[in-house]
């Protein structure tokens, strides 16, 4: 007795069902998901697709970019000479500080030198142009149309003409990605301007004013107080303006104050920003404490041993 | 009356009219305008409501055209898309591969059903494909965002009509060669 042949004919056979291969799939994304969040594999790949890529990208800027030209051309006499006006205020109400400025410069200089202080900073910085932003509905970022050959460094700090913008956070050849203070994951260490106590400022995601965490009720706190860079992160160099406290909710069941705040810099509508270079000296980062000791105590139980 | 034979034909098939099979290269040149709709750079206002081209595209020709785009396809677009918008590497291939086998699943009802009745249809779909993206990201950690967050998905599904009907004009007989056979 022979078998009844059950083979499905060939020419109906179309692979494995859907449900396998959307399993198949979809365990394999996962997987993907996993290695990218957890361990950043995939960098080297997003960076030779983003080489890739990247000239596609200018070309579709061109239309928005001819538009805005052709805006700009026919944009009315009136609107330019008005904006020329406000410059040229703004640049006389700054002279002050900037013509004192060399002189300060040189002065502390001289003081530094009697206090045998390292030379806190060299300015430079490149002036970069906003490509567009993230499309990313999870995080703040933006796109900036410089990248490693133009010498911009990942973790640089970012600025506008108002204060901190963010920090560059992925570099590509030709672009870089810079991740706004708004973000979730960006924290920027502060300073208040009017007395000096430090904290640190959590970007709260998108549609979310940042906000000042782990500050006790009874700081000296007011709405209105301007933060600047403490420059204790060593990204951003100090004293650069970062936001203004807008809002001060003071709970007494709360262990910790709320602290809402604005950023200063046009987080949202800055077209021209200015990457800072990571030059500043930083000394060395100490040791762990709690490494620190356990080496001392290894040592010591190795000592006990050997005597 | 051989002027202009085709214009007639632009409009919505109707459900019992024979298509004829897609050419590959034009499924492919659709895929790739849909990514790189995808990829234009915009901000403010029209980034907010943009909805995600490649999706339509690919569910388009999902329920269309199953021999050439499936799951495996999807997947694969997915990834570029990841790649292209620089996020976390998977998402979109997850979403677009879970988005292919709905579209597998009910491919057969959809067509049934007029243009804007199937827009509803997509949306539920392409929400579907919103959310995982969404879970992806709020298991990596990620805060949830506001009930914009949706709004791409249902203008996506607005544009139904219109993208199903500039996808299937090619592959429409004309209207001269059927006229031949209408009394």
């Known amino acids: ?307 | 009356m051989r002027v202009l034979p085709n214009v007639g034909s632009f409009g919505p098939a109707a459900p019992e009219e024979i298509l004829r099979p897609a050419k590959p290269w034009f499924v492919l040149s659709s895929l790739l305008v849909g990514l790189l709709l995808n990829l234009v750079p915009v901000s403010g206002v029209v980034l907010a409501y943009r909805p995600d081209f490649l999706a339509l595209v690919l569910l388009y020709w999902c329920i269309q055209e199953p021999r050439y785009v499936g799951v495996a396809t999807a997947w694969i677009v997915g990834l570029l898309m990841d790649v292209g918008d620089a996020t976390v590497f998977g998402q979109h291939a997850l979403a677009y591969a879970v988005l292919a086998y709905g579209a597998e699943y009910f491919r057969r009802r959809v067509l049934r059903f007029p243009l804007w009745q199937q827009a509803v249809q997509v949306a539920a779909l392409l929400v579907l494909c919103a959310l995982i993206v969404l879970l992806a990201r709020f298991v990596g950690g990620a805060r949830l965002p506001g009930w914009t967050y949706l709004a791409p998905p249902l203008v996506g599904a607005a544009l139904w009509p219109l993208v199903s009907v500039l996808l299937q004009t090619p592959q429409r007989p004309s209207r001269s060669g059927s006229r031949r056979y209408t009394p």
Do not use: W
């Open chain 1, 1 to 307: 007795m022979r078998p009844i042949p059950v083979d499905t004919p060939a020419f109906f056979n179309r692979g494995p069902s859907p449900l396998a291969r959307l399993a198949f799939f979809g365990l394999l994304s996962l997987a993907l998901l996993f290695a990218d969040t957890r361990y950043r594999y995939l960098e080297n790949v997003r960076q030779v697709v983003a080489i890739v890529l990247n000239p596609v990208q200018r070309v579709l800027e061109m239309p928005g970019a001819a538009f805005a030209y052709v805006a700009d051309y026919f944009g009315s006499k009136r609107r330019l000479a008005d904006e020329n006006a406000m410059l040229k205020q703004e640049l006389v109400e700054r002279a002050p500080a900037t013509q004192g400025y060399a002189r300060v410069q040189e002065e502390n200089a001289r003081l530094r030198a009697l206090l045998d202080v390292r030379a806190q900073y060299a300015a430079s910085a490149t002036a970069v142009q906003v490509l567009y932003t993230g499309r990313d509905p999870f995080t703040q970022k933006l796109f900036v149309d410089k990248g490693s050959s133009a010498g911009i460094q990942a973790g640089a700090g970012v600025i506008d003409a108002r204060g901190v913008v963010g920090q560059v956070t992925r570099v590509f050849p030709y672009m870089a990605e810079v991740t706004l203070i708004t973000d979730r994951d960006q924290a920027v260490p502060v300073q208040l301007e009017r007395n000096g106590t430090r904290s640190v400022l959590f970007g709260n995601g998108t549609g979310r004013l940042p906000e000042l965490r782990f500050t006790s009720p009874s700081a000296d706190l007011r709405i209105g107080d301007r933060l600047v860079t403490s420059g204790l992160d060593g990204t951003y160099p100090a004293g650069l303006a970062v936001a203004e406290i807008v809002d001060v909710m003071r709970d007494s069941g709360q262990m910790f104050a709320r602290i809402v705040c604005k950023p200063l810099a046009g987080i949202d509508h800055s077209e021209f920003l200015l990457v800072l270079s990571q030059s500043a000296a930083m000394p060395q980062r100490p040791e762990e404490p709690g490494e620190a000791e356990a080496v001392k105590k290894g040592g010591r139980v190795r000592g006990r041993r050997g005597g």
